[in-house]
């Protein structure tokens, strides 16, 4: 059994046992038995429904707390499970996809139409896409950097791709 695949049962306890385990997981989205990462993104846009009513540099600063939480947790939670990114730990889902939707919180980059729900499946699937894809540099944090680091530094670009696109995107209609 691959361990970086399938969690046993004891190692599940492990991880929801401890904060650092139930947040690196993302509050047991990571626990599904496939699409981990799509289920974490996924579980992510649930809590940024009510963080898009953040001012904008509120909403950066949860991004950058939740960025050095992550690397804490996804850290401790590695060494738990004896893997440094297992699929399971998904909080770096979280916040790649956060900084994903990025664009629909700034008014000046919608276009003239305003918010759609639309431009929240774009974007999800825009980080799903720089994600699984791993266009450099994504590919090449993803194998050099180790630890809680590795784990966050690799999503937060496929972010930062995908916010990028989802504002040309949005610029296209404006």
């Not at 385990?21 to 429904?49: D, H, M, N, R, Y």
């Not at 939670?77 to 990114?85: I, T």
């Amino acid at each position: 059994m691959n361990p970086k695949k399938h969690l046993g049962t004891a190692q599940r306890r492990a991880l929801l046992a401890t904060p650092a385990g139930w947040l690196a997981c993302g509050f047991g989205s990571g626990l599904t038995p496939v699409a981990q990462g799509t289920f974490g993104s996924l579980a992510a846009l649930l809590p940024w429904l009510l963080l898009r009513e953040l001012p904008l540099l509120a909403y950066l600063l949860v991004l950058l707390i939740g960025f050095a939480v992550g690397v804490w947790a996804c850290d401790v939670a590695g060494r738990a499970l004896g893997v440094d990114d297992h699929r399971s730990l998904v909080w770096d889902e979280f916040i790649g996809q956060w900084i994903a939707l990025l664009p629909l919180l700034v008014p000046a980059l919608l276009p003239a139409s305003g918010f759609r729900w639309w431009m929240i499946f774009a974007g999800f699937v825009l980080f799903r896409l720089f994600d699984v894809w791993k266009p450099w540099p994504i590919r090449w944090m993803d194998r050099h950097l180790k630890g809680g680091m590795g784990v966050m530094v690799d999503d937060v670009v496929a972010g930062i791709f995908a916010a990028l696109a989802l504002a040309a995107g949005l610029h296209g209609l404006g």
